[in-house]
């Protein structure tokens, strides 16, 4: 079984940030308020996250997948673990023909039953046939769960979760700042600590110039004027 005492802590705090009494150990069943609030909003930043930028941990690069008989790439299939886990896809520059210059592709539902497959679907030519055996290279960004992710960025998942449930509950005004600065405090560290793909936070020239855009987006984030970032 995983080890959950790292997500337990981060539940805790923020528990602890809304009054709550802390946990001994998280509920197996139907969690009570305070944690519902907890797990929701650190399942949520923890997909925010990853979706905002291509890091480190979560991107793997030039991924093959071969298209079956029928020509259909098959994503989200049950029980093949290497596709389960795919949030989002980018066609890799070095395709080599058929798929060269079919620059575009996303994971669609093949059709509107709930039970059928996503598949990759080619948006330049709107279809997902790409040619029995072909082979596709793709850019995978892969959800993974809180515990998943390295320490810099629970921390900042924990941290900015525990912002927003304070901002959301009503609490007071100077705790909330205290905690906004917290989540500020966090995202620098990770963004030093070299796991952006980018790799701009690990060059000096321009550490500064990111710091200042990610603080921009983040209190933008923290206080609505990025919704489609929610």
């Not at 997948?65 to 673990?81: R, V, W």
């Not at 679907?121 to 992710?149: M, P």
């Not at 405090?185 to 200042?212: E, F, I, P, T």
């Amino acid at each position: 079984m995983a080890d959950t005492t790292k997500k337990l802590e981060a539940v805790n705090d923020i528990i602890s940030a809304l009054g709550g009494t802390p946990l001994a150990a998280l509920t197996v069943g139907t969690p009570n308020a305070h944690e519902k609030i907890a797990l929701d909003l650190l399942s949520k930043h923890t997909k925010l996250l990853i979706l905002h930028k291509d890091w480190r941990f979560s991107y793997e690069p030039k991924v093959a997948f071969t298209a079956n008989g029928s020509g259909l790439i098959k994503m989200h299939t049950a029980g093949d673990p290497s596709t389960m886990n795919i949030m989002r896809v980018v066609m890799n520059e070095s395709n080599p023909p058929p798929p060269a210059g079919m620059k575009d592709c996303e994971i669609r539902r093949a059709t509107a039953a709930e039970s059928a497959d996503y598949q990759l679907y080619d948006i330049i030519n709107k279809t997902f046939d790409w040619g029995a055996g072909t082979i596709v290279y793709l850019d995978v960004t892969r959800k993974l769960d809180f515990l998943q992710l390295p320490e810099e960025a629970q921390y900042y998942v924990t941290a900015i979760s525990k912002s927003e449930a304070m901002t959301n509950c009503g609490a007071e005004p100077a705790r909330i700042s205290s905690a906004r600065q917290e989540a500020t405090k966090a995202w620098r560290m990770l963004m030093d600590n070299h796991l952006y793909r980018g790799g701009l936070a690990s060059q000096s020239r321009n550490r500064q110039r990111v710091h200042v855009y990610q603080n921009q987006m983040l209190q933008g984030y923290i206080t609505g004027r990025f919704p489609h970032l929610n």
